[in-house]
T-cell receptor, first 112, second 113 residues
Framework: KNEVEQSPQNLTAQEGEFITINCSYS?????LHWLQQHPGGGIVSLFM???GKKKHGRLIATINIQEKHSSLHITASHPRDSAVYIC??????????????FGKGTKLSVKP | DAGITQSPRYKITETGRQVTLMCHQT?????MFWYRQDLGHGLRLIYY???????DKGEVPDGYVVSRSKTENFPLTLESATRSQTSVYFC????????????FGQGTRLTVV
């Protein structure tokens, strides 16, 4: 059974701080997704990666396939980054990307 | 409008009633999914569909029925709603190709009283 573990569960930071959220998975993946959910809001895809590193603005996602570990970094954090960040492992169905297995999320609060 | 839309956004229903949540996507994505999100459990898969007329159970399918007669629609029906089905429901879609994004609807907040 594939399990996706995130840490920490909750994270409080001061504006401007560098933030790291970690994700570990137990089975080999087809793709690892990082998602963002604002309070009461929908779920938005931030990154999808299967190797290396991706950057979008102040957000950076890395993955280490050998260690089955991914990290999401936020540089120069801002109160608007406050949200729940969820990593999800995409299952591989015979070469097609199928169902996502989700971590329980990391609730980030950035104080001004 | 392009995208994935769910309706209704909010629904209150009584125990025992049948409720259908709608999901519509405009990309002709092959895969569609229904998840429920509950405190302490995160997102859990209810049902998924790999193509029109192909559906399969996920982690928590009991009490739910799905159909997919058209690629773009994937309705979720609660046959006889129970209080334990009070949750936020998310529909998602993906093309199924490797290394492509998944897209989520805005969610439906369902309360069963």
């Amino acid at each position: 059974k594939n399990e996706v573990e995130q840490s920490p569960q909750n994270l409080t930071a001061q504006e401007g701080e560098f933030i790291t959220i970690n994700c570990s998975y137990s089975v080999g993946i087809s793709a690892l997704h990082w998602l963002q959910q604002h309070p009461g809001g929908g779920i938005v895809s931030l990154f999808m990666l299967s190797s290396g590193k991706k950057k979008h603005g102040r957000l950076i996602a890395t993955i280490n396939i050998q260690e089955k570990h991914s990290s999401l970094h936020i540089t120069a954090s801002h109160p608007r980054d406050s949200a729940v960040y969820i990593c999800a492992d995409a299952m591989n169905y015979g070469g097609s990307q199928g169902n996502l297995i989700f971590g329980k999320g990391t609730k980030l609060s950035v104080k001004p | 409008d392009a995208g994935i839309t769910q309706s209704p956004r909010y629904k209150i229903t009584e125990t025992g009633r049948q409720v259908t949540l709608m999901c519509h996507q405009t990309w002709s994505h092959s895969y569609m999914f229904w998840y429920r999100q509950d405190l302490g459990h995160g997102l859990r898969l209810i049902y998924y569909s790999a193509a029109a007329d192909i559906t399969d159970k996920g982690e928590v399918p009991d009490g739910y029925v799905v159909s997919r007669s058209k690629t773009e629609n994937f309705p979720l029906t609660l046959e006889s709603a129970t209080r334990s089905q009070t949750s936020v429901y998310f529909c998602a879609s993906t093309s199924g190709h490797m290394n492509t994004e998944a897209f989520f609807g805005q969610g439906t907040r369902l309360t069963v009283v």
